[in-house]
């Protein structure tokens, strides 16, 4: 009886705290979300150009925050939370969406690896997949199969939770050890007795029959969940993504001429002749093309249609990928869009010809007999930001040095390089570069979160911001102030899950500097070393090579896209590519998208993606190349690497 009263005592108290627990969290949960809206309120214009981010509720409100999973309609099921979360921890499939969430993810598009899938993402006459099963909910720009984390708030749940129970469940046993002393006894000698058997069994020999696997035998392995796990943030990679959608995947090691290692991912099509390389921007990989799903991203998009995808990684990761293992933090970051152009593209490139080649003519041997060209398919690049400049100093580069560039076209969403037209906060922070950029180059050579820690979060604080509207409106709007007011969906691109706490795309301190040097000259030109003789070195002139003055160097199709949206790169610099270009004798053509800077590649835009294809399908069969025409002013400069260079 007694023992009965206690439990039932125990049982209330716990639920008791339980409640005033999570209420108590809720209640500064709301807060925070009630002054966020307030903010957010507050600030003249911003809601009504907010709200036209897809898959963001940036209207301010003061709503309370949702359950977590274990809470579903309000009443705890933690312990069958938790029962699950054991069973079902190395799951790919797992998902750490709250139920609101659940009712989008089961919409998913279905994987080509059904017959009705290929149904139903393309309709006869149309160029590109249907998108028609993605409209039936709110659009999201990071599709939901990118982002399994639980956010802090879920963490402060669980482990609120986790504490109550264990302190209960401490209380409880002392109490029936208490008021149960023959059982206690009971219980220590049974303890006592299987210790003493247990000593005994391990000095005996003991024969424990055993089974030897075959080598085509899968090798059981136990399912286990750690600490680390129950809190990891999504840190699935572009294979995980390609793979989960039922696509094939090949990563290849590239190791460029300096010893920085390269991931060059790969959507196979062994016998396509019809090849398509892309190449992400500043902060961001190749997952950026991937993030929209099946039928939102130009990497499955372009696969669909018989490509052969080639999806490119810079150098610069927090994990400083490089031949040499002991390579400081000063050292790897220090390189410049220089070597995105000289070093990256190039080894890429080189790989995906090697490859491609070996492959068309094994499966194709008629071609071994083709000796007037040693490339039997079709390269193309579509680039984005970073990744277009870089591209365009790629192929003037290799035209100055009479080297084989390999590309068919390019086509360029919002390309880097001329910048003198931007909000005023690049302004300051131009000329805070190049005034500061002595002083800083040596304690600063990345921008990058150097711990696990803090990367977990902000990986974290992403998914709280999709929870809780007006903190995540609150957030969008800092930074769509802080840029200009490009209304890209910036806190968003956070739930892209190569932004999680094992590694991290960054930035070097050289690469923001180079865009510094381009904004102040007004020229989309090469790395300034600030020394005349270290330029001269490198270039064969004291001034850094003008890029602009190259261009009728381009002996392929260019198609340039600008975002009439874009406050990053403004549609006036996009244009000024276009003007230069065509007056320098190059076959390019323009056009504009109602988009912002990141529309290009985080957003589902159909009407891109179909005009990006109309482009691709024009490469047709390859002529001869022209020779290198420079004007009669012009002499033909000297490119060395840079890496050996100490500016």
């Not at 390999?406 to 390089?417: Q, T």
């Not at 001034?543 to 392929?556: A, M, N, R, S, T």
Request: proline share 6%; hydrophobic share 40%.
């Amino acid at each position: 009886m007694i023992q009965r009263f206690v439990d039932d005592v125990l049982a209330v108290t716990k639920e008791s705290v339980k409640t005033f627990t999570y209420e108590s969290l809720n209640n500064v949960v709301r807060l925070i979300n009630g002054l966020s809206a307030l903010l957010l309120t507050l600030l003249p214009g911003r809601g009504s150009v907010l709200e036209g981010v897809h898959g963001w509720e940036l209207r301010p409100t003061f709503r309370g925050p949702r359950f977590p999973r274990w809470m579903e309609n309000g009443v705890s099921s933690f312990n069958q939370f938790i029962h699950e979360l054991s069973v079902d921890s190395d799951d790919s499939s797992l998902d750490y969406s709250s139920g609101e969430e659940d009712g989008i993810g089961n919409e998913y598009p279905a994987t080509p690896s059904s017959q009705s899938s290929r149904g139903s993402r393309s309709s006869p006459g149309s160029p590109w997949p249907s998108i028609k099963r993605v409209h039936s909910h709110k659009e999201h720009v990071v599709h939901s199969t990118t982002d399994r984390r639980r956010g802090v708030i879920e963490d402060l749940h669980l482990a609120s939770e986790i504490f109550i129970e264990s302190a209960f469940e401490m209380v409880h046993k002392a109490a029936h050890f208490i008021l149960s002393p023959l059982e206690t006894i009971r219980t220590l000698f049974r303890w006592l007795w299987s210790w003493s058997s247990c000593e005994r069994d391990h000095n005996a020999d003991v024969i424990v029959p055993t089974a030897t696997l075959g080598d085509d035998d899968p090798v059981p392995s136990e399912r286990t969940y750690t600490f680390h796990q129950s809190l990891n943030t999504d840190a699935r990679t572009c294979q995980d993504v390609i793979t989960e959608l039922g696509y094939p995947y090949e990563a290849i090691r590239v190791v460029t001429n300096d010893g920085y290692v390269l991931l060059l991912e790969r959507i196979p099509r062994r016998d396509a002749r019809k090849v398509l390389y892309l190449q992400h921007g500043i902060f961001d990989s190749s997952m950026g093309w991937v993030s929209n799903g099946v039928v939102g991203s130009p990497a499955f998009a372009a696969f669909d249609q018989g490509y052969d995808v080639y999806l490119g990684n810079f150098r610069g990761l927090v994990s400083r990928e490089h031949v040499d293992k002991n390579i400081s933090s000063r050292q790897y970051w220090k390189y410049s869009i220089n070597e995105h152009a000289m070093e990256d593209i190039p080894a890429m490139i080189e790989k995906i010809h090697e490859v491609k080649t070996s492959e068309l003519k094994l499966s194709q041997p008629e071609l071994a007999e083709e000796t007037d060209s040693d490339q039997p398919f079709k390269l193309c690049a579509l680039c984005h930001s970073m990744g277009g400049a870089a591209m365009l100093m790629y192929v003037i580069t290799r035209r100055i040095e009479e080297k084989p560039h390999r590309l068919s076209r390019l086509v360029l969403l919002s390309p880097a390089g001329f910048h003198d037209d931007a909000p005023f906060i690049f302004t300051v922070i131009e000329n805070l570069l190049l005034l500061l950029s002595p002083l800083l180059a040596p304690f600063v050579p990345g921008l990058y979160i150097p711990t696990r820690f803090f990367r977990m979060l902000l990986n974290k604080l992403a998914r709280d911001f999709h929870h809780y509207p007006a903190v995540g409106g609150l957030v969008q709007t800092v930074v769509s102030y802080f840029l200009g007011g490009d209304s890209s969906n910036w806190v968003g691109v956070l739930g892209i899950p190569h932004y999680n706490m094992n590694d991290m795309p960054g930035v070097s301190f050289r690469v923001g500097l180079h865009l510094a040097q381009m904004k102040h000259a007004k020229k989309f030109r090469m790395f300034d070393y600030g020394n005349a003789s270290l330029n001269m070195e490198a270039y064969g002139s004291p001034e850094p090579l003008d890029l602009g003055e190259y261009f009728g160097l381009f002996d392929i199709p260019v198609d340039l896209v600008a975002g009439r949206k874009d406050q990053v790169i403004r549609p006036t610099m996009v244009k000024r590519y276009y003007k230069m270009m065509k007056d320098a004798g190059v076959d390019v053509s323009f056009n504009e998208f109602e988009y912002a800077h990141l529309d290009f590649t985080f957003s589902h835009r159909e009407e891109l993606l179909a005009y990006v294809m109309s482009r691709l399908l024009l490469v047709g069969e390859s002529g001869s190349k022209p020779k290198l025409k420079l004007k009669p002013s012009q002499k033909v400069p000297k490119l060395r690497r840079n890496d050996k260079l100490d500016g």
